[in-house]
């Protein structure tokens, strides 16, 4: 995956999706994959095929490193970073723009925003 790519997927992952892949509605630590098939910004860049239960509580590049992941999550650590700060930080209403902004940081286009 390029970084278009990347974003493209996650930004309309998260912007259908409209809620955090969080344990519970109590205690909101993220995971990239969440009760009710929620994903994070990194969570949906995961096949089903790479994903272990081991990775939650790790950092991406942690979980990069240790499970053998594509090598675009490698290539592309700060976009993917910048993404995951969107979904962990920012409350769902606030995605759009939030998303917006990393893609003008990261010198990508914003397409994706308009079709969800």
Same mark, same amino acid.
């Given at each position: ?47 089903? *095929? ?45 995605? *759009? ?20």
């Amino acid at each position: 995956m390029n970084a278009q790519q990347v974003f493209d997927k996650v930004a309309t992952h998260l912007l259908t999706q409209k809620k955090r892949a969080v344990v519970n509605a109590d205690f909101e630590r993220c995971m990239y994959r969440a009760p009710a098939g929620r994903k994070c910004a990194a969570g949906c860049l995961i096949t089903d *095929r790479n994903y272990r239960k081991e990775m939650e509580g790790k950092t991406i590049d942690l979980v990069a490193r240790l499970f053998k992941l594509p090598q675009f999550f490698q290539k592309h650590r700060s976009l993917i970073q910048d993404l995951q700060m969107v979904h962990d930080v920012y409350q769902p209403n606030e995605w *759009r723009s939030s998303l917006r902004r990393v893609a003008e940081s990261h010198n990508l286009n914003t397409d994706a925003l308009k079709r969800v």
